[in-house]
């Protein structure tokens, strides 16, 4: 590598953007092969395709307002439609616990050992799930492990 030759003391590190933006079309794709499966006058093919964006936004992020649903024909809030979309798919249940599971991974802090551990004991998880787009995944995680667990490291209170 040039940065290797050039900058001898420089830290390579991955930016956990691209990392999370490789998860999530990882999970775009199991959710477009479940949706595939249904009519597309169906409920299930209509909470995967127009309600696709919850699998992505945080929890936390919902409101708990409920809505009239004119396809559901009932008041719903958006944590409900979420429960509703796992529901339709054992495996995209499965999926989704395991992409939280990076996520809460990447919103903590830890001295890089503890990360490093963690991140091995998610891409353990990722093979052990027997869903193709997470071990494909768990490729990429275990070959960038270190840059990953870089990325953590703090400099003035910030991430790299």
Do not use: G
């Amino acid at each position: 590598m040039v940065a290797q030759q050039h900058l001898k003391k420089a830290t390579i590190c991955v930016d956990s953007f691209h990392v999370i933006r490789n998860l999530n079309d990882s999970l775009d794709r199991i959710r477009v092969k479940i949706m595939r499966q249904f009519h597309s006058d169906s409920t299930e093919y209509y909470l995967l395709k127009q309600w696709k964006y919850l699998l992505f936004e945080r929890k936390s992020d919902f409101h708990n307002r409920p809505q009239y649903n004119r396809k559901l024909k009932r008041y719903i809030n958006k944590a409900q439609l979420l429960e509703n979309i796992l529901e339709i798919d054992p495996l995209l249940e499965k999926a989704y616990h395991l992409v939280e599971l990076y996520f809460n991974f990447n919103n903590t802090f830890l001295a890089f050992e503890e990360k490093m551990d963690n991140l091995m004991s998610i891409i353990s998880e990722y093979q052990q799930s027997n869903i193709p787009e997470l071990k494909q995944f768990r490729r990429t995680l275990y070959n960038w492990r270190v840059e990953i667990c870089h990325s953590f490291i703090l400099i003035d209170y910030r991430t790299i």
